[in-house]
């Protein structure tokens, strides 16, 4: 199986600030990697697809970037409303898995 | 607008069997792969099963196979995955998602509410 990673964990930051995930995989999956958001008591939400593209209707402050075994999810501008926990996950071999998640809070 | 409705979540025995369905309307199901993933509470997410289009393929993870079955019905646009020789492991909120595509499963877009099992004596 694919193992995904996530750092950090947990972060805090400013509104208005950048904010970098990466998303490292155990193994080379190319570009089959996702990235959503959950916020909290919320049902989980695609951001990006193929590694770098934005779904229709999610704000272009969300980007995505990365092939092979890692990855990058930015915030370019913190928002508070972007309040969540973000999941990568892979589908470039079943079983399909997630990262463990990022947190992110504002400070 | 994409609706995913899942039922059919509850309390049940170790051991025991229950079946969950995913309601769907606003797209042409046949033409989607369709998935199912759950959430214990306070953990990440793990995807948990999948079907093709037309139901010809299934995938299933590791820490189910044998014990979840996914199916689906395409002339009543529902989705289920009937679970048996359930174990406490298995209480989570299971989502049904709409995969990006008609074959293997690739992202999930939208989400179901989820529906909750808790397997529990």
């Known amino acids: 199986d694919i193992q995904m990673t996530q750092s950090p964990s947990s972060l805090s930051a400013s509104v208005g600030d950048r904010v970098t995930i990466t998303c490292q995989a155990s193994q080379d999956i190319s570009n089959s990697l996702n990235w959503y958001q959950q916020k909290p008591g919320k049902v989980p939400k695609l951001l990006i697809y193929d590694a770098s593209n934005l779904q229709t209707g999610v704000p272009s402050r969300f980007a995505g970037s990365g092939s092979g075994t890692h990855f990058t999810f930015t915030i370019s501008s913190l928002q508070p409303e972007d309040i969540a926990t973000y999941y990568c996950?892979?589908?470039?071999?079943?079983?399909?898995?997630f990262g463990p998640g990022t947190k992110v809070d504002i400070k | 607008e994409v609706q995913l409705v899942e039922s059919g979540g509850g309390l049940v025995q170790p051991g025991g069997s229950l079946r969950l369905s995913c309601a769907a309307s606003?797209?042409?199901?046949?033409?989607?792969?369709m998935s199912w993933v759950r959430q214990a509470p306070g953990k990440g997410l793990e995807w948990v099963s999948s079907?093709?289009?037309?139901?010809?393929?299934?995938y299933y993870s590791d820490s189910v196979k044998g014990r979840l079955t996914i199916s689906r019905d395409n002339s009543q646009n529902t989705l289920y995955l009937q679970m048996n020789s359930l174990r406490a492991e298995d209480s989570a909120v299971y989502y049904c998602?709409?995969?990006?595509?008609?074959?293997?499963?690739?992202?999930?877009?939208?989400w179901g509410q989820g529906t909750l099992v808790s397997v529990s004596s």
């Open positions: 998602a709409k995969d990006g595509s008609y074959g293997p499963p690739r992202w999930f877009d939208p």
């Open positions: 079907i093709s289009g037309r139901g010809t393929s299934t």
């Open positions: 606003g797209f042409t199901f046949s033409n989607y792969a």
């Open positions: 996950q892979q589908y470039y071999n079943p079983p399909i898995t």
